[in-house]
């Protein structure tokens, strides 16, 4: 074979590899930020808020959570587990009537720790773990964020505890969500969305959480 034949035959292979490349990296780019889009869901746009609109920034966020943690395998409870961290929520619950503050920072101490349970790295890491659930939780660690920050949140004066009583309202009904995920992991899939219908035993399972936690409209006292 001719010097000649050869250095063709280089150029057209130089060539395709090139074209294949370039076909490669534009079909990558809309989809990656599709797929980024469909598995954070609301969690996308918070980001993208976050980022001033940067749709790129917030991407690179994501991406870089995803490279962090998508590889997490969340570990099962034992059912001698489950029911201690179910009873602690229910407690904690009930508490919200009169103490408020209290069952608030119980929400996000336990929230903390049954991830922790779950395999997510460390409550006393907040931020990693945080960053950790959404890749796996996405459509409902929203109510882990509500919940540490109005339990971290000062209150001046009477009128801003009121409000602030109504925000630990709704920041407890959002995180029980995300303990429902984490508890019954059955009931959940690609980043926390519940399945359309219902779960084993025939019951709609965002349903029967709703229905298990609801307050008073009325204001309770403040601890």
């Known amino acids: 074979m001719s010097t000649g034949v050869i250095i063709a035959l280089i150029v057209i292979v130089a060539a ?43 991407e690179r966020e994501l991406a870089d959570r995803v490279e962090r943690h ?18 602690r929520w229910a407690a904690a619950q009930e508490r919200f009537v009169d103490s408020p503050r209290e069952a608030v920072g119980e929400a996000d101490r336990l ?7 779950r395999g997510f790295p460390d409550g006393g890491q907040y931020e990693e773990q945080l960053a950790a659930l959404s890749v796996h939780h996405a459509h409902h660690v929203d109510g882990y964020r509500r919940v540490h920050r109005v339990t971290h949140a ?42 359309a219908g219902t779960d084993g035993d025939g019951a709609a399972p965002a349903t029967r959480a709703h229905h298990s936690f609801s307050f008073s409209k009325s204001r309770p006292k403040e601890s």
């Not at 929230?111 to 349970?117: D, K, S, T």
């Not at 959002?174 to 926390?192: I, N, S, W």
Request: proline share 4%.
């Open 111 to 117: 929230l903390a720790e049954l991830a922790g349970a």
């Open 16 to 58: 395709v590899l090139v074209v294949a490349a370039v076909l490669a990296l534009r079909a990558r780019g809309p989809q990656h930020g599709g797929s980024l889009k469909r598995r954070f869901g609301p969690e996308y746009d918070r980001a993208v808020a976050r980022h001033d609109g940067d749709t790129k920034a917030a």
């Open 154 to 195: 000062r209150v001046d004066g009477a009128q801003d505890a009121g409000a602030r009583t109504e925000e630990m309202r709704e920041a407890m009904v959002a995180a029980r969500a995300l303990f429902e995920d984490l508890v019954h992991p059955a009931r959940h899939h690609d980043g926390g969305r519940h399945r």
């Open 70 to 87: 998508g590889s997490l395998r969340e570990r099962q409870l034992e059912p001698a587990e489950r029911e201690r961290f179910e009873a």
